[in-house]
């Protein structure tokens, strides 16, 4: 017995080390991606390689353990597992390594190169998961941060270090809205993560990013949906620890995730493998932590004073903003949130933005009491108008009768052509800000 302790004393401590060991694991059971290996020595988050009835090694990454097994789930693809193959520990992937070479290129979520370019030399490294922060040494949002897009410039502006979310159903325009910020923010360093979405969008997204002049400043990170759930989380993960590395030099970094709801499905494939009892809508409690986890990894740096300010989409299922655990999570945990309508987008309104539904908790402390003002002469007009359109058309009110509700009317041409905006014009700042005042006056 006292063999067997010194032995796995031993293996333990090259684990740590980050280097591989002798000791195996057999494989005990396979259950789509899911493999139950007798126990074995290794950490939560070791990469290990199982062999194969064909010869071929299949690639995995310990995420548990479950009685007398070490859980597994495979990351690489298809594979032909056999009872008792052996199952052996290849390295850590608890630390990513960052550099300057990372900017202009697009990664996968184990951090290999798709753009078929020379890997990048890259000398320092993160912790994959982040580290936590002494919520004292965060400074508070005081400037704004230039999106490049009208309506959020003017109406719901981002403060640096902020945590957005946009939330909306499925085909309303987030990837749009999200590939429009990349390009026209003026942000140090974008780092773009794709998690979950079709290879399609993916490819199309990283042919229009790269063609703009400002990709030599971005960093994308993709993978698709077709990709293990181990690599997904491991995915978002690799994308904020790389946006940290860039803040700790100081730098002011835009970290666009889509989607937010795409890596709590995948924790959720997890989590019920590893038998966690699952809650509203399947969700186990796993999910609530990795959410509110991650999302305090953004925000401002009090030692070097760079930042990470954060957009998150988040999928509603059948366009419930209301009722979706994910969403009522993120929303209380984030710093304000952009809701996409569904009905504006059917009236060829892009972004369609639902200002009346979204709101930018930091907006107060970045902008003057001017343009508040106006913010909120814009929003009261503009639901003026949808409160009282079928009433104007039905012709129960007469022009004259409120002062206020007529200005809505005779604006809201203006008003619907300031939130318009195509995906290939930009407006920054000051420019959004002067369009609303000649708006509103």
């Known amino acids: 017995m006292l063999d067997l302790s010194q032995t796995l004393d031993k293996e333990l401590s090259l684990l740590r080390a980050g280097r591989t060991v002798n000791a195996v694991g057999r494989v005990k059971r396979f259950d789509g991606q899911i493999v139950h290996a007798s126990a074995f020595p290794a950490a939560v988050g070791n990469e290990c390689r199982i062999a194969c009835g064909d010869g071929q090694w299949a690639e995995a990454e ?86 490049g897009v009208r309506a959020i410039n ?16 499925s085909g309303v325009g987030k990837s749009s809205l999200l590939s429009a910020i990349a390009r026209f923010t003026t942000a140090d360093v974008v780092i773009l993560g794709l998690i979950g979405e079709r290879g399609r969008e993916v490819a199309g997204i990283v042919e229009e990013l790269s063609a703009a002049p400002s990709f030599e400043h971005t960093i994308i990170v993709a993978v698709p949906a077709d990709q293990s759930p181990v690599l997904r989380i491991r995915g978002v993960h690799r994308a904020t620890a790389y946006a940290e590395y860039f803040r700790a030099q100081g730098k002011n970094v835009l970290l666009m995730i889509d989607s937010l709801t795409r890596v709590a499905h995948a924790q959720r494939e997890l989590g019920l493998a590893l038998g966690e009892q699952p809650t509203t809508k399947g ?51 984030l710093d304000g949130h952009i809701v996409l309508s569904r009905k504006q987008a059917e009236q060829g309104i892009y972004p369609a933005i639902d200002l009346g539904a979204s709101i930018s908790r930091t907006m107060t402390d970045c902008v003057s009491p001017g343009q508040m003002t106006r913010m909120r002469k814009f929003r009261r007009y503009l639901s003026l108008w949808e409160q009282n359109r079928d009433l104007m058309l039905l012709g129960g009110y007469q022009a ?9 009317f005779q604006l809201y041409p203006n008003l619907v052509n300031f939130i318009s905006q195509s995906t290939q014009e930009r407006s920054g700042l000051l420019e959004s800000e002067a369009r609303l005042q000649s708006v509103i006056g």
């Open 62 to 147: 310990v995420i548990g353990f479950l009685d007398d097994y070490t859980v597994l789930v495979l990351t690489g693809g298809a594979s032909t597992l056999v009872a008792g193959a052996r199952v052996e520990t290849v390295r850590r992937v608890d630390v990513v390594d960052a550099g300057p070479g990372l900017l202009g290129r697009v990664f996968d979520g184990a951090g290999k190169a798709l753009d078929a370019l020379p890997p990048p030399v890259l000398r320092e490294q993160r912790s994959l998961k982040g580290e936590r922060v002494n919520p004292l040494r965060r400074r508070p949002v005081r400037e704004p941060i230039d999106t």
């Open 154 to 169: 003017a109406l719901l502006t981002l403060g640096r270090g902020q945590r957005v979310g946009i939330i909306a159903g």
């Open 283 to 333: 969700y186990p409690p796993s999910v609530i932590s990795l959410i509110g986890g991650l999302l305090e990894r953004a925000g401002l740096d009090g030692d070097t004073g760079g930042s990470i300010t954060a957009i998150y989409t988040v999928l509603a299922d059948g366009d419930d903003t209301t009722n979706d655990p994910i969403v009522d999570t993120s929303r209380a945990i």
């Open 400 to 408: 004259g009768q409120d002062p206020e509700l007529d200005m809505a």
